[in-house]
């Protein structure tokens, strides 16, 4: 059974969005005018419900319009006027129930009702023509714009980050640097390119250009514009400090540790078989 390496890169962004978070959104994007709309089809569609500025107006309205009594019906006796306090109660008591109903609604449960219940196809106008607000998000970042981002907060000079744009932007899907010539058009294959010519397209000298290349494989994702496994391993096992047994089994032995072939390594680097088995365990933990 052969063992098995692979480099993967995987950035993901994800929203949740709850019927309370949303019906938050659109209430928030509501002027005034189209708000108070909004709390008028909420008390036409609802009749437990009151407006309780509305109310008080009626009640001075309606308290207006009422004649004043007489004189002569504040000297009526008790008996005589309890046919007006009989009609006055009814309408406290239904009152207060109303009262007692809009208090013990649940309102996060009514709300989340309401989202339920709107038909998919419903007629949209005003705000609700809107793009939904998962459009709006801006869009998730990939490899290529993580790395610029980091190479923004890096202190190069203007050639040096001319060089590192080259090299990020021949990064293949994976993460590898990608050196490939490709072919002209008449299908003749073009030779590959080299570090060095890189360095030249940007007026960089060499020995710069692998110094900021190694810059570059050091950043989040490590090992990222290497230009195989062995070099991205390495890279990895530099910056998180492993001892040189495990860079020499990366550097050299690559091809014996897919095979399992530890007893190859242990004649090479003239150590114990258990140490190996140790260091192929450490060097698996590598991405």
């Not at 950035?11 to 949740?16: G, H, N, Y």
């Not at 990608?178 to 299908?187: A, C, K, N, R, V």
């Not at 070099?231 to 040189?244: S, W």
Request: aromatic share 4%; charged share 35%; proline share 5%.
């Amino acid at each position: 059974m052969g063992m098995e390496m692979k480099l993967q890169f995987k950035l993901a962004q994800q929203l949740v969005m709850t019927p309370q978070l949303v019906q938050a959104i659109r209430l928030l994007q509501l002027s005034r005018m189209e708000l108070v709309d909004e709390v008028r089809k909420e008390l036409d569609g609802n009749p437990v419900l009151a407006d309780e500025i509305a109310e008080p107006r009626g009640r001075q309205e309606t308290n207006a319009t009422t004649p004043a009594a007489s004189p002569k019906d504040r000297d009526l006796a008790p008996e005589e006027r309890i046919g007006v306090t009989d009609q006055e109660r009814p309408l406290d008591a239904a009152q207060r129930e109303v009262e007692k109903q809009v208090k013990e609604v649940d309102w996060e449960q009514f709300l989340e009702n309401r989202q339920l219940q709107t038909p998919v196809g419903a007629p949209r106008s005003g705000f609700e023509e809107l793009p939904p607000i998962e459009q709006s998000l801006t869009k998730p970042n990939t490899l290529r714009d993580h790395l610029l981002w980091q190479l923004g907060l890096s202190d190069l000079v203007d050639n040096e980050k001319q060089f590192a744009l080259l090299v990020i932007g021949n990064l293949d899907e994976r993460g590898y640097l990608d050196l490939d010539g490709g072919e002209d058009q008449e299908g003749n294959k073009r030779p590959d390119l080299t570090i060095e010519d890189l360095a030249r397209e940007t007026e960089l000298d060499p020995e710069d250009a692998d110094e900021v290349l190694k810059l570059i494989q050091r950043f989040d994702p490590l090992g990222v514009a290497s230009r195989d496994l062995r070099e991205c391993l390495l890279v990895q096992a530099e910056v998180l400090g492993y001892d040189d047994i495990e860079k020499s089994i990366i550097k050299d032995h690559l091809h014996n540790v897919e095979r399992r072939n530890f007893q190859a390594i242990c004649k090479a680097l003239k150590v114990e078989l258990e140490e190996i088995y140790e260091a192929v365990q450490e060097i698996q933990k590598l991405e």
